[in-house]
Structure formats: structure tokens, C-alpha cells
T-cell receptor, first 116, second 115 residues
Framework: DTGVSQDPRHKITKRGQNVTFRCDPI?????LYWYRQTLGQGPEFLTY????????KSRLLSDRFSAERPKGSFSTLEIQRTEQGDSAMYLC??????????????FGEGSRLTVL | GESVGLHLPTLSVQEGDNSIINCAYS??????FIWYKQESGKGPQFIID?????DKRQGQRVTVLLNKTVKHLSLQIAATQPGDSAVYFC??????????????FGKGTLLTVNP
């Protein structure tokens, strides 16, 4: 499968613990996005990278959240000192920004976080 | 607040009927719109897109209509099938020709197809 893959698919943790999610985008895609989705809502933008540069961060991304894309390929999203309000589906997407394409976002299956 | 929203949160149709899902947006600067389908437990899947210089675009069994005057977007699904049952989101992008490719999603409409 050459789509966007995310790991783990499900994570249950206790409040106060740190968690890390990994996203492997489609290999030639230069943009990578993180979104958060709660039940019954549309995905909300968190941050995105062009290659290894983090170009924009949402106000939703508090100082407990950090995202990296060190080599411009896979990305990690870490949440420190998790709170129950962090429980959500964390979606990763990638796109190819360049001449001749629409920049369509391809989403992964998501990583569902439950904070007890 | 959200700039993209939906008129109906749920829609139930009979198999074989046509479905119409509506979406309103408020950002006049949005110039690119996408419909996504999301099945339970899965990520959103691209269905069809339309740029603001168009008012209609057709795909396989799907048609998107854009009315910029009233800032309204609709997705029409012909001959709806049980496999079409999912939540449908419209999403918008402002300044898609520039460096901003950030999608803003609406809340979604749950489509249920009855056999």
C-alpha cells in the first residue's frame, strides 16, 4: 500500500502521560499535514510542513504539542502531559505541491487517542 | 468560528435514489472547494473538487455545483448505493493558487442509504 500510513491506529493512555504518533506520507509528497477530529466534527487543522519546514501552526496546537518532520519524509506528533480533552482522532495527510497538480490532500486512516 | 457549514446534519435515502448534500461557506476569498467522504473509522477520502472559476463539475456518479453569489456548494450523488453511506464533508481553501493549501472543513452530513 503506497498511501499515507499512521501508527499507532489506537492509543489509550492515562492523563499526564506523553504520547507520540507517527505519519509516513506518500513518498514523493512534499507537504504533510496534521489534523485533529473529534466525534461528529470535521477535521481541524493543526499544522503543516513543506519538506522539513513547519510553515504554519494552529492556535489549537498548545505548547504541549510538538510536531517534527526531520528529514522531510515521515513526521511525528507528540503530546506531552496528555489531558482528557486531547482525546480525538489525529489525522495525517500529504500532498504534492507543484506545477500541474491540484495539491489534493490524501489522508491516512488516523490515530485514535483516548486519554483516561 | 467556522466558515464552512452544512444545511442538514443527516440525510436518509433509498437505494437507487439521487442524493443531494448541501454546504454553505462564508469566506468570499475561498477559491477551491473539495468534497470528502469519510467512512466509520477511516480517514477522509477525496470525492471531487471545484475551483471558484467554475459552477459545475461532474465525476463518476457525482456532481458538484458551486453558487458563488450565495456562497453555496452542493454534492449530488446519482443512483445512491449502500456503499455511499458515510459522512460527507465540504472543505474550502483560500488562496489555493498561492502557498496556502490549508483546508477548512465543515461539520459533515451523515448519509444513510436504505436498501
Amino acid at each position: 500500500d503506497t498511501g499515507v500510513s499512521q501508527d499507532p491506529r489506537h492509543k489509550i493512555t492515562k492523563r499526564g502521560q506523553n504520547v507520540t504518533f507517527r505519519c509516513d506520507p506518500i513518498s514523493e509528497h512534499n507537504r504533510l499535514y496534521w489534523y485533529r477530529q473529534t466525534l461528529g466534527q470535521g477535521p481541524e487543522f493543526l499544522t503543516y510542513f513543506q519538506n522539513e519546514a513547519q510553515l504554519e501552526k494552529s492556535r489549537l496546537l498548545s505548547d504541549r504539542f510538538s510536531a517534527e518532520r526531520p528529514k522531510g519524509s515521515f513526521s511525528t506528533l507528540e503530546i506531552q502531559r496528555t489531558e482528557q480533552g486531547d482525546s480525538a482522532m489525529y489525522l495525517c495527510a500529504s500532498s504534492l505541491l507543484g506545477k500541474g497538480n491540484t495539491g489534493e490532500l490524501f489522508f491516512g486512516e488516523g490515530s485514535r487517542l483516548t486519554v483516561l | 468560528g467556522e466558515s464552512v457549514g452544512l444545511h442538514l446534519p443527516t440525510l436518509s435515502v433509498q437505494e437507487g435514489d439521487n442524493s443531494i448534500i448541501n454546504c454553505a461557506y462564508s469566506n468570499s476569498a475561498s477559491d477551491y472547494f473539495i468534497w470528502y467522504k469519510q467512512e466509520s473509522g477511516k480517514g477522509p477520502q477525496f470525492i471531487i473538487d471545484i475551483r471558484s472559476n467554475m459552477d459545475k463539475r461532474q465525476g463518476q456518479r457525482v456532481t458538484v455545483l458551486l453558487n458563488k453569489t450565495v456562497k453555496h456548494l452542493s454534492l449530488q450523488i446519482a443512483a445512491t448505493q449502500p456503499g455511499d453511506s458515510a459522512v460527507y464533508f465540504c472543505a474550502e481553501i483560500e488562496n489555493s493558487g498561492g502557498s496556502n493549501y490549508k483546508l477548512t472543513f465543515g461539520k459533515g452530513t451523515l448519509l444513510t442509504v436504505n436498501p
